[in-house]
């Protein structure tokens, strides 16, 4: 028998079925506990709900931490109100609550909790960060993780497992880890890591400290991973021991023999500065290739069908005006690290930042803030002018940093969609930090592998970090004593809406016909205009879709005046759903009346949020079908009460074109029943009150 790599070590430990892990099946489903849960204000706020109208009285995970990162601006009561909320339901169902300003989640979480082989589930994309230390760490959707904090194991289809086999050397200071990931995403695009998680291996891992293998397993979301890990080796002991919890540490690599279902080999020290263009992560090219100002349409032909077609004026805009830049923004949960920072810092020092150029900086986390603090190199930070930005998401989720209109911004962050910086015109291009600080400077893209005069400080990663733990609220011990406690919920927190049970039948309108590589963002926006409303469906849903179509609100309004469920459609291309967990872009669009989606492909974690709430995720059989129908078609999908475990074809009606077409859903036997009662919350309510 051949050895097991570590995707497979860490399932078969929390594996509940006895079925030996070798035996399973790509897509096959498998049940696992789980270790931790984590949560973040702008997920969280539903998340919490959800585990509240499940009504059992504390969370059955050995660990579980509420982030408040995302909103914390406090322009009214709203948001402090669901910090209020945040707060009270953690210390009364026995979780931990990590304050505003603490930091960004999964910097706090991987200086704080995350550990080897431990299986975690969070409400956030980017939860797969504890991937750096060998946590399998998966986001998913706030009802999985309600659910699981609720003890339900966790069911996950079996994945693909590919060994990235890293070689070399990194050129640092400017090339870093953030352009291994970049790399990845240039040989594999957005759709590169459906179903599959990425290992990675081989010699060029000795060069990589914990927090810059974390920089590569965070925005390994950007492929549609189910997550990436690294191995737990000297390094992770260093990294754990440096926040003074070396006792965490345990020893977990892949033996010799493992069997991967595909190898990518990449030579860290080929690498050249990489960034990804807009509107989209998976848009790559060397930053040489846009200072060589190589032909824009020879740039883009690289990449698949563009879902925003502006992106060649935009980028023409951006050679007219000889390069320059309008703001860098240098931060985020890919590259907001100690060290990320430290180098930033040495960029820095002495210099000024240009005149054309807004930069802030945001550390991922007090502890980090702190660090470079004690180091001076916050004073190397603010003398060259840059801004300092509290330890949170900020700019990256649209709060604040907005760009001018047609604006070029340079961010260190994971996710360059259409709009999510707040400005429908402006575009953002997504790098490493030293790479960006040095555009700081300049004013203007240039190639940093060039620069003679600024010589950034390579540091080593600490011996010992700071770990103050002051921002963090532990429930308290006594059982009594929680019972106490009131969960407080202001005026804005809305109840937790319920779809209906699917039924035999659905006769629906196509009110919306996507393209391809529609994000979360396009269906539930993000930003300081709607972050307020997380915890409040029926105000939120009047931004559905609101960032491709202003009317598609107004016109499912018109068709579902008494606010009906399964009323209409929506058909999309590849890739529906990627990016965010956030099931707002799921919740929503139910609330509207939304019913099925039918795509040439639904990413993972949307998919799977449409099923919790009780919509139907259906794939076109023969993706030519998906020409066929058109906005304003009538369909009819029948037999959807004899749904079978794994693949079902349901056979659809075109009554306005006259002609049908199949549709495919793989479900497992726990979906089925979630679907037959209208969604999760409705089946574990059934479950626990028998
Ligand atoms: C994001 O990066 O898009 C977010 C905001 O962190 C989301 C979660 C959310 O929408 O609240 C994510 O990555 O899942
Ligand atoms: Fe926050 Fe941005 Fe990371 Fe999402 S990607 S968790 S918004 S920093």
Not at 280 to 289: A, F, H, Y
Not at 409 to 436: C, D, H, I, Q, W
Not at 543 to 553: A, K, L, S
Request: charged share 25%; hydrophobic share 40%.
């Amino acid at each position: 028998m051949s050895g097991k790599n570590i995707v497979q070590k860490i399932l078969e430990a929390h594996n509940i079925s006895k079925k030996p892990i070798t035996d399973y099946e790509l897509g096959d489903p498998i049940f696992v506990t789980i270790d931790q849960c984590i949560t973040q204000d702008a997920t969280g706020t539903m998340a919490w709900l959800e585990f509240e109208a499940i009504n059992i009285p504390e969370v059955k995970v050995p660990l579980v931490v509420s982030y408040i990162d995302h909103n914390m601006l406090q322009t009214d009561f709203r948001n402090a109100d669901d910090h209020l909320f945040l707060q009270t339901i953690a210390a009364k169902k026995g979780a931990i609550l990590s304050k505003p300003g603490n930091g960004i989640i999964h910097q706090v979480h991987l200086e704080n909790f995350a550990a080897p082989g431990k299986i975690m589930l969070g409400t956030d994309s980017h939860t797969p960060t504890g991937g750096g230390v060998g946590s399998l760490a998966i986001g998913v959707g706030g009802l999985v993780v309600a659910t699981a904090m609720a003890g339900e194991s966790f069911e996950l289809k079996y994945p693909k497992v590919i060994k990235v086999n890293l070689t070399g050397k990194l050129n640092r200071p400017w090339v870093t880890a953030m352009d291994v990931i970049l790399e990845l995403l240039k040989l594999r695009g957005v759709k590169g890591g459906l179903k599959s998680i990425f290992e990675y291996s081989g010699p060029g891992i000795k060069d990589l400290s914990a927090p810059e293998r974390a920089t590569i397993t965070n925005m390994g979301a950007e492929l549609g991973a189910t997550t990436s890990i690294f191995p737990s080796d000297e390094l992770t002991k260093h990294f754990l021991k440096a926040q003074d919890r070396e006792e965490d540490y345990s020893l977990l690599l892949a033996d010799d023999d493992a069997k991967y279902d595909e190898i990518v080999n990449i030579d860290l020290s080929k690498l050249e500065p990489n960034v990804a263009l807009p509107h989209s992560p998976g848009s790559v090219v060397k930053i040489r290739e846009l200072v060589e100002q190589v032909p824009i349409s020879d740039l883009l032909k690289r990449f698949p069908s563009k879902v925003h077609v502006d992106i060649t004026t935009h980028m023409g805009r951006l050679y007219e005006r000889n390069l320059a830049v309008d703001q860098v923004c240098v931060g985020s949960c890919t590259n907001a690290s100690y060290l990320a920072l430290a180098t930033t810092a040495s960029i820095l020092k002495d210099q000024t930042v240009a005149a054309n150029i807004s930069m802030t900086i945001t550390p991922g986390s007090k502890n980090v803030f702190m660090q470079l603090a004690q180091e001076g190199l916050l004073t190397d930070i603010i003398g060259s002018g840059a801004r300092i930005l509290e330890s949170g998401c900020g700019p990256c989720i649209g709060m604040g940093q907005t760009p001018p209109t047609n604006g070029i911004s340079v961010r260190t962050f994971n996710r360059n969609f259409y709009a999510r910086t707040g400005e429908k015109t402006a575009g953002a291009y997504l790098m490493n930090p030293a790479s960006a600080s040095l555009i700081a400077i300049k004013g203007k893209f240039v190639d940093p592998l060039k620069e003679k005069t600024i010589k950034p400080k390579i540091f080593d990663e600490p011996d010992k970090f700071i770990t103050t733990k002051n921002l963090f609220i532990y429930p308290p011990k006594d059982k009594k004593e929680r019972e106490k406690i009131e969960i407080i919920k202001g005026p804005n927190i809305a109840d937790c809406p319920i779809n209906e049970p699917l039924g035999h039948e659905m006769t629906s309108l196509v009110l919306l016909k996507t393209k391809d590589d529609i994000t979360t963002d396009d269906i539930m926006m993000a930003g300081a205009k709607v972050l307020p409303l997380r915890s409040n469906i029926p105000a939120i849903s009047q931004y559905v879709f609101n960032p491709i179509d202003e009317w598609f609100v107004i016109q499912a309004k018109k068709l579902n005046p008494e606010n009906k469920r399964r009323v209409f459609i929506v058909v999309g291309g590849n890739n529906y759903g990627q990016g965010s967990s956030r099931e707002h872009a799921a919740i929503a669009p139910m609330w509207l009346g939304l019913g099925a989606v039918i795509a040439k492909s639904i990413a993972r974690i949307h998919r799977d949020n449409l099923i919790q709430w009780g919509m139907l995720p259906l794939e076109f059989v023969d993706p030519k079908d998906y020409d066929e129908v058109t906005q304003e078609d009538t369909l009819v999908l029948k037999g959807l009460d004899s749904l079978k475990e794994g693949i079902s074809i349901i056979t659809i009606e075109n009554k306005t074109k006259k002609r049908t077409f199949k549709a495919k859903i793989n479900l497992s036997s726990k979906e089925i029943e979630m679907l037959g009662k209208g969604g999760a919350l409705p089946l574990i309510k059934s479950k626990l009150s028998t």
